[in-house]
């Protein structure tokens, strides 16, 4: 087993951790799964979800990871010797293959962009040209698997040169600029001839269209978002000094979190309806809305290189957390050594996300009961894996984990968070299982 390193300030800790949680997520994911699940409602009940469960799962993982400093499943077994456990470790480190199948997929489309945009490819073209040019790129089929492979070269070398700090060092000062730009979108996109429509859409909720669907949508979502519920944070977690608040890193980095995917929101959905784009878009969405904006904007050349730069920075830092669990677990475990477990896993990913990238093809034969392998991969790790990881996490942390740990993990001995403490272990051990559980035999059709 290689010796454990831990983050080395609070700073290095808050970086390395809303890097993970920043990314596609926010910016990709979050619109699109807002526009196919009703807008406004669905973003009501993320927010409500993301302060209720979410922070309290975080704080859970955390608790987890640093009370062991192990991998998910060392850290299960260490605490729950000789019991199924340590399933949940393993599951988890399946999601992150799951998960890191299509995340590159994506990740390689904002590097297309990124290059489309600095070629100028966008000025001058029609919404109806926008789309076009977007669909002929992903029927291509080698164009996205060129990029799929290139992004994920790019996080292996980031994991094996151990550049990561490097990478922290930069993001302290680009993921503010990344939050600025996206501010300034946001109001620029009020602007735009019938934004009142958008802005509607995602603050006016219509309760009539929330199901139980739009709730797990929702959760999925938040889970995806903050990169819980498959082990992530438990591997960060067991990075995490000792002396470190962990209320208050959860806290922070939730509120992050919550605040980039709304302005993500409020910068995309006016541009939707004005360019008359349909909100039901899927996974193109935002690919095909930002383009138009950026080609009608004053100083859109440079904001959309800009922009796509950063998107592939949010990326590559959620990705490289994705892989660090498969890679942690790995080389603790078996006599591989870190390098052959980044090659193994990034080998790995390259198939399947090269499989993924190519189920996008309208006419892919990839598909699995009507769905293609990008969107089961999807919809798998944030609807069903990552909501199952969170459950039985939840129960771990206030069932199984004894008390004293469990407070001593979140209070440091009780100098801090001495009051919202009872709260949030109130939270962790009835009401997030109940809700989760509800959900979970309502989807199944058994409530
Ligand atoms: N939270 C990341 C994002 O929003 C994705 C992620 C999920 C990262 C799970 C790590 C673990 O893009």
């Known amino acids: 087993m290689e010796k454990r390193g831990s983050f080395g300030s609070r700073f290095g800790t ?128 080698w164009r996205p698997i060129l990029w799929t492979l290139v992004f994920i070269g790019a996080t292996a070398f980031i994991i094996l040169s151990g550049i990561e700090k490097g990478i922290e060092r930069y993001n302290k000062i680009l993921m503010p600029v990344l939050f600025l730009l996206l501010a300034g979108m946001a109001a ?60 208050r890193i959860g806290g922070m980095v939730a509120l992050s979190d919550i605040t980039v995917a709304v302005l993500s929101g409020l910068a995309i959905f006016p541009a939707v309806f004005s360019f008359g784009i349909s909100p039901t878009s899927g996974p193109e969405l935002v690919f095909v809305t930002l383009p138009n904006v950026f080609a009608r904007m004053t100083g859109g050349y440079f904001l959309s290189i800009l922009f796509f730069f950063l998107l592939f920075l949010a990326a590559i830092t959620s990705s490289v957390s994705l892989m660090e669990v498969i890679v942690a677990y790995l080389s603790e475990e078996f006599p591989v050594g870190r390098k052959r477990a980044v090659a193994l896993t990034a080998g790995t990913v390259a198939v399947t996300g090269s499989l993924c990238a190519l189920s996008m093809i309208p006419s892919s034969a990839l598909t699995v009961g009507g769905m293609n392998l990008f969107d089961l991969c999807d919809a798998l790790s944030s609807n069903v894996m990552m909501p199952l990881g969170g459950l039985l996490i939840v129960l771990f942390a206030g069932w199984v984990l004894s008390p004293a740990k469990l407070r001593r993990e979140l209070t440091g001995g009780m100098r801090y968070g001495t009051k919202v403490y009872p709260l949030v272990r109130f939270l962790i051990r009835f009401v997030i299982p109940v809700l989760i559980l509800l959900l979970f035999l309502n989807r199944t059709g058994v409530l």
Do not use: H
């Open 14 to 141: 808050i970086a390395a951790v809303g890097g993970s949680v920043i990314g596609l997520g926010n910016i990709w994911r979050f619109p699109y799964v807002a526009g196919e699940n009703g807008g406004a409602a669905f973003m009501l009940i993320y927010l409500i979800i993301s302060l209720l469960i979410s922070i309290p799962i975080m704080l859970s993982e955390f608790a987890i990871g640093r009370s062991t400093r192990s991998n998910p499943m060392r850290a299960f077994s260490r605490l729950a010797p000789g019991t199924p456990w340590k399933g949940v470790g393993y599951t988890g480190i399946l999601c992150a293959f799951v998960i890191l199948s299509f995340y590159c997929v994506i990740a390689g489309w904002a590097l297309e962009f990124l290059g489309d945009s600095a070629l100028n490819r966008f000025a001058g073209l029609t919404p109806g040209q926008i789309a076009g040019n977007f669909d002929t790129f992903v029927a291509s089929g």
């Open 188 to 247: 620029n996109a009020m602007t735009l001839d019938g934004a009142r429509e958008g802005i509607a859409f995602l603050l006016r909720p219509d309760f009539g269209k929330i199901t139980a669907k739009t709730v797990l949508e929702a959760l999925g979502q938040s889970f995806f978002s903050m990169s819980l519920g498959m082990g992530c944070m438990i591997t960060y977690g067991s990075y995490l000094r000792k002396n470190e608040n962990v209320l």
